[in-house]
């Protein structure tokens, strides 16, 4: 059980997220009534029901953020430092001139697809760079990679 609840937060952060913010505000509400029925501190409800509303928008800010960069096919984050990379060693293979129109985005949490377009000599081994294109993003969590192969003039 204690697996479960501490692997939660990783692959439903937005459900996470609200499941908190619902606990904190039955707490806030329980402090509440009990500062009202106490010591007749009827400013109490006011000021819990604020921060509750205060929390509830705080803790939608990051799972808007990253929905928004999901719908607008944004490059993921934790790929921008990767990329690059990614890039360099595909252009040293072995036949390819260059690597053009890169694109890659979240289809959702943690699942990567690309697309790209490879400029490969005459005389290249294209199921070759293909694999090893292939390979070379898989390294990074790019599940999904569709490569267009065109082969140069002479």
Known sequence: MLTIIFFFPIFFPGVFLHIVADTLGSIGVIISALLMQKYDLMIADPICSMLIALLIGVSVVPLLKESIGILMQRTPPSLDYHLPECYQRVQQLQGVY?????HFWTL????????????????????????????IFTQVGVRQLYVQIEVAAM
Do not use: F, M
Not at 98 to 102: A, F, I, S, V
Not at 112 to 127: E, F, H, N, Q, S
């Open 98 to 102: 260059h690597l053009q129109e890169p």
């Open 108 to 135: 959702c949490t943690d699942v990567y697809i690309g697309t790209l377009k490879l400029v490969v000599a005459p005389d290249a081994d294209a199921r070759w760079i293909l694999s090893q294109t292939h390979n």
